[in-house]
RNA sequence: GCCGGGGUGGCGAAACUGGUAGACGCAAGGGACUUAAAAUCCCUUGACCCUCUGGGUCAUGUGGGUUCGACUCCCACCCCCGGCACCA
């Protein structure tokens, strides 16, 4: 039976995915002159089969991108591989496979699913991390950076998952935890590679003003992930054995050097390097070392640990507050962190809500020095008082207003050599060295003459070796490699050995969708020529767990990028769209919740258009979308009541000419349906191009077949043209939301062609316009009647049609109309009192 | 605590610059077809009330305000979700 859908959606998306598979055009260039349209959705990582949000993200941006492409546009709509990372190398030692063939296998997998999905990528533009293709562009940009100063290697305390056996960046702990496998991350001191992301800081932030197709979402995650806070340095001198400041001094940074006077004690981190000097033997050492020691671990800083009750211990170490003079002790405590500023604090507990606590418990002096704007001391227990106000009991700048003694005792302390302006970040360093294999190795020897060498650009890539061991066992497992470790020195030609660590996979996807650009270029990671004419990326469409991760390290390569000459924009991405979770039961799909609805099965049972349209039509792309299986059955419903109706009449309508425009006016029914179609193409075209609403387009159509059925109710001698205009209609807006009906359609209806490659259609104005409207009646803004007329209908004409109408007129009974608010062909508002 | 986003029927949602609140879909109820079921088609469906082929009142988290008119703008508050967090 032809008219059963349910029979033949399968052959039919089948047929086209075939047809579009050897029609599809080569890598298009840009042709110059025409307007462009880069849409991106971010690289999966090759994990072996996708899961609804994949399905999700593509959907919607294979919407657009088609929507882009009939609309005129040069589309780029490429597809890759963030192939890179753990899982492959984890399920190699589990399976005894190479992380390779795994990867390679999972790509296959995954690419013929998105072929069964019918996303329309340019496979030929395809990248994929783990190539030497690719990966050798990322070593050069390492050498890069490396030249300019922007990588570097030093010792430093690192986060570290036992789990995973590998360093993380900052970026990568959430919560003191490991992002990926959520085990507690400890701490590590390590020699690893840094990218100097905090050079770029500022611009990262000012930046983010130049962003408003963001989400402010985003931008405040970012904002606050870099964390800018301006204040000052202070010097505090320590006071030495014999009784008198020395030349050495504590340094603390503080955003409240108008709090000065009040500062009674100093707080250093455990683990801060002051705390050298309290003398062996001593009855401080002693109880020092016992917190030390109950802290465990934890001498260091540990970024996003809870809370918990201050706790700390007098080191007898004392230092002299340099503007007031006064000497102070140094105490160390558990809410001092070593990896911000200093790792050293002045206390002021009379304005500083932690520091009150702590004097609070030790009966430490609480000096106030900041009076609230009546002048009354304001702290009072359990709180702080933090606001600015006017100093009091501050020497020179008592009576000074909090901000104006910032700036002035600024300016002094600069003088005097004790203090001086310093802006701080809480973004630090982007540590990308990991102690694993399945990574870009990063292309430096160890020369024993001549340190640490740059590998040359000519010898690049460093290839990642085929015959590693994996075991497991902890350690960079190219290390045991002797092949691969024991290199010869590039500068003097001596015994070398090789970085043994790989690149952190967010280097490899912060530069990703340049190469799309120019996938196969083989003496540069692309021509920048090329790069202008399709940056920036239009659309980029992704979940939002990257606000902080590859969205801030894109940012950053861009910035690098322009510097390097490569790039002449400052921010590779115009729109950002952060699409939300895909829901089942109230909570994300995880295999560990056995909540997950697998793609394959829905497109088996109902099809890729279906699958595809519900995943648009059920909730807004940035909301949370709960999967439900009846809503899924109601989009294959609409398709399948499409096809109901127009399967019979393909003969028909494909044989029948079109209406001319202006026909059918006389006809209500003619006219009616018209109408609904140029409202449907309108509505549709501004909710794609200007909402990049997903959801009331799919709406739009069903009410617009729902028009078609009823005009087939009735249907009369001479009504093929208007249902067979409105049947074409369907079929080319239907495109971007159910490709394959679309084309089925278009075919059957006797198109040319296929209806991707048809331009958009157009809403004519005189179809938009209706001539007679239904006018509103209020009487004192509620709801009184209605009344049916010309669009030219004047306001005293309306009054009085209003008040023809029984209903309207018992309202204004009794009362006086005071005014009338008109608005033509949309509401008369009579106000009476 | 700070920052961001939200609170609309039984549910997912819609309402463009303030102008008919609830489009579209799901679910539910009733009916037609059928021996029956499924499928399909038609009707009803925010709540309450009345003198019930009609009409009224209330209703978009709560309380105020602006306006002829407020889901939409302003003020205050409550709740939910997300992010950050001893950041000095």
């Known amino acids: 039976m032809q008219d059963d859908y349910r029979e033949n959606f399968d052959a039919i998306e089948r047929a086209w995915q075939e047809r579009w598979r050897c029609t599809r055009a080569a890598a298009a260039p840009r042709i110059p002159g025409r307007r462009k349209f880069y849409c991106l959705e971010m690289l999966p990582y090759p994990s072996g089969r996708l899961h609804m949000g994949h399905v999700r993200n593509y959907s919607i941006g294979d ?19 963030d192939s890179f990372g753990m899982p492959a190398e984890n399920a190699a030692i589990k399976h005894g496979t190479h992380p390779a063939r795994w990867t390679n296998e999972n790509i296959a997998a995954m690419a013929s699913q998105l072929r069964r999905l019918g996303f329309a990528y340019d496979w030929e533009r395809e990248i994929a991390a783990h190539r030497p293709a690719y990966y050798r562009w990322t070593q050069w940009f390492f050498l890069k950076m490396l030249e300019r100063d922007l990588a570097y290697r030093s010792r430093r305390l690192v986060n570290w998952c036992s789990s995973c056996q590998t360093v993380l960046a900052n970026e990568q702990v959430e919560g003191g935890r ?129 809370p918990e009750e201050k706790e700390g211990v007098d080191t007898g170490i004392e230092v002299v507050n340099p503007y007031s003079g006064a000497r102070v002790p140094v105490h160390v405590a558990n809410f001092v962190v070593m990896g911000y500023g200093t790792g050293a604090v002045m206390a002021v507990p009379a304005h500083d809500q932690r520091d009150f606590e702590y004097a609070t418990r030790y009966r430490l002096p609480i000096r106030t020095v900041v009076l609230d704007e009546r002048g009354i001391p304001a702290a009072s227990p359990p709180s702080a008082m933090v606001e600015d106000g006017r100093l009091t009991e501050s020497g020179p700048y008592t009576g000074k207003g909090s901000e104006e003694a910032r700036r002035e005792m600024l300016r002094a302390g600069e003088k005097a050599g004790m203090a001086r302006p310093l802006v701080q970040y809480r973004l630090l360093d982007w540590g990308i060295s990991r102690q694993r294999y399945w990574g870009t190795p990063i292309p430096v020897v160890y020369c024993n003459a001549c340190g640490v060498v740059p590998v040359p650009e000519s010898d690049l890539p460093v290839l990642l070796p085929e015959d590693v061991a994996l075991t497991g066992e902890g350690g960079s497992p190219l290390a045991r490699l002797a092949s691969f470790v024991e290199t010869r020195c590039p500068r003097c030609a001596g015994p070398a050995r090789r970085e043994t660590d790989t690149m952190d996979t967010f280097v490899d996807s912060s530069w990703y969708f340049y190469r799309y650009c120019d996938p196969s270029n083989e003496k540069a990671p692309f021509d920048p020529e090329v790069v202008a004419a399709w940056f920036p990326i239009d659309l980029y469409i992704g979940g939002i767990e990257h606000a902080t991760l590859h969205l801030i390290y894109s940012r950053f390569f861009a910035k690098v990028l322009r510097d390097l000459g490569l790039l002449r924009l400052d921010e590779p991405v115009r729109t950002l769209l952060c699409q939300g979770m895909v829901l089942k039961g109230g909570s994300a799909m995880s295999k560990s919740r056995g909540n997950t609805v697998d793609p394959d099965e829905m497109v088996r049972r109902f099809g890729a258009d279906t699958t595809r349209l519900f995943t648009l039509f059920a909730a807004p792309p940035e909301k949370d979308l709960e999967w439900n299986e009846q809503g899924v059955e109601g989009c294959f419903r609409f398709l399948e009541k499409t096809w109901r109706l127009l399967a019979p009449r393909f003969t028909t309508l494909a044989r029948a000419p079109f209406p001319a425009p202006g026909d059918g006016g006389d006809d209500p029914r003619r006219a009616a349906l018209r109408r609904k179609i140029h409202q449907t193409i309108d509505k549709v075209t501004v909710d794609l191009e200007k909402r990049l609403h997903l959801n009331t387009p799919v709406s739009a159509l069903m009410e617009m077949l729902n028009a078609m059925q009823d005009f087939v109710s009735e249907f009369r001698e001479g009504d093929d043209p208007y249902l067979k205009e409105a049947a074409r209609t369907l079929a080319l807006l239907l495109q971007p939301l159910a490709p394959h009906m679309s084309e089925e359609l278009w075919s059957r209806l006797g198109g040319e062609g296929s209806a991707g490659r048809q331009p958009w259609p157009e809403a004519r104005p005189e179809w938009l316009r209706e001539d007679e409207v239904e006018i509103v009646v209020q009487v004192n803004g509620r709801l009184r009647g209605h009344l049916r007329a010309a669009v030219s209908l004047t306001e005293d004409e309306a009054i009085r049609r209003a008040r023809e109408d029984a209903r309207v007129e018992a309202h204004l009974a009794g009362r006086t109309i005071r005014k009338t608010i008109y608005l033509p062909g949309r509401l008369l508002n009579i106000v009476a009192q």
């Open 63 to 81: 919407a657009v991108a088609r929507f882009y492409a009939m609309r005129g546009y040069d589309v780029l709509h490429p597809m890759g591989w």
């Open 178 to 306: 490991c992002w990926r496998c959520e085990s507690e991350v400890g701490r590590r001191e390590l020699d690893q590679w840094s990218l100097r992301i905090t050079a770029y800081a500022e611009e990262l932030l000012a930046d983010l003003a130049s962003l408003p197709g963001w989400p402010d979402k985003v931008l405040a995650m970012q904002r606050n992930w870099i964390g800018k806070s301006e204040g000052a340095m202070v010097r505090f001198p320590i006071v030495e054995a014999g009784g008198a400041p020395g030349g050495e001094a504590l340094e603390v940074f503080t955003t409240r050097l108008d709090t000065i006077y009040g500062c009674t004690f100093c707080v250093v981190a455990p683990g801060h390097p002051i705390l050298a000097r309290v003398e062996a033997g001593g009855r401080h050492r002693a109880r020092l070392d016992e917190f030390l020691g109950r802290m465990g671990n934890r001498e260091v800083a540990r970024p996003g640990a809870a």
